[in-house]
């Protein structure tokens, strides 16, 4: 079985083909430009190998709700060449085959949930922090839909003492995104993640806001596991910082086996940066076998 993935993002697309195991065949980036420009690319690639289903993890905002008028579209987005584009119905119109639909983030989630360190669990989430902070929650082996997806990254937290930032975020002063993807951490001191790495105050308060942001999490979802990924999680100081903290925030009122062992519990990916592909596999299966 030949299926076919599409990783949507804002700056590139990742295309791939691969098989119902996981395997991945073939894969290329192409520029996120215009749909008129980047959308025959696309069709281009897929159009070489005998895909039998694609599917599409895309940046949102994105309606994931079949029953919808819009089911497919990239909606509210501030890439104002995409906004309410339905790029699920042009793939499928052109390539002739089912889809699968879904945010990039939670199809990162899946392909943990699928192929990854999220396998052997009901209940955990994905979360990434980098341009933005993205949250895929699978819940009880499914993953979760409400009126829209779940945008856990501008949960509002508590500020930091001595943090002045205001927050990158448009919307909010104190979201999760705001204080903590990879343009907070540029706005607050002036440079990249990267240029940062010696600094540890940088990343004191950096594993603050993302702990704060687990703990309520693990009180409201519950999770059996969370996977942190994204460009700034591969700063691999964070993981301790965030766990301590985790622990110390919590302070006890939680008591379970997996926060007796937070190594295991909050952990990075675990699949070579393909999660979001390989969960869109996932979603072109699923779509076929549906």
């Not at 395997?23 to 980036?29: E, L, T, W, Y």
């Not at 409201?220 to 999680?233: F, H, N, Q, T």
Request: negative net charge; glycine residues 12%; contains cysteine.
């Amino acid at each position: 079985m030949i299926l076919g993935a599409l990783e949507a993002g804002g700056t590139k697309m990742v295309c791939a083909v691969g098989d119902e195991q996981g395997n991945i065949m073939d894969r290329c980036s192409i520029p996120t430009e215009t749909p008129e420009l980047t959308m025959p690319k696309l069709i281009g690639y897929f159009k070489q190998f005998p895909i039998e289903a694609i599917g599409i993890g895309t940046f949102g905002p994105a309606d994931v709700k079949p029953k919808s008028d819009t089911y497919g579209f990239i909606t509210t987005t501030p890439k104002l060449a995409w906004k309410n584009y339905n790029i699920m119905g042009v793939l499928q119109s052109e390539l002739s085959i089912p889809a699968g639909f879904d945010t990039d983030v939670n199809a990162a989630a899946l392909g943990e949930a699928t192929f990854g360190c999220m396998q052997n669990i009901d209940t955990g989430i994905y979360i990434t922090i980098g341009t933005g902070v993205g949250v895929g929650i699978f819940v009880n082996r499914k993953l979760l839909h409400g009126m829209l997806h779940p945008e856990g990254g501008h949960i509002l937290l508590e500020r930091g003492t001595n943090d002045s930032y205001k927050g990158c975020c448009p919307y909010h002063t104190n979201c999760l995104e705001g204080l903590a993807s990879g343009p907070a951490l540029e706005g607050r001191y002036g440079k990249k993640a990267i240029e940062l790495k010696d600094m540890p105050d940088v990343w004191e308060l950096e594993a603050e806001y993302i702990a704060k942001a687990l703990v309520n999490y693990i009180l409201i979802l519950s999770p059996e596991r969370i996977v942190l990924g994204g460009g700034v999680m591969h700063q691999e100081q964070l993981f301790p910082l965030i766990r301590k903290k985790t622990a110390e925030f919590l302070n006890g009122y939680v008591d379970t086996k997996q926060l007796h062992d937070l190594g295991s519990y909050i952990v990075p990916p675990s699949l070579n940066d393909n999660q979001g592909i390989l969960g869109c596999i996932k979603l072109a299966l699923d779509a076929l076998h549906n």
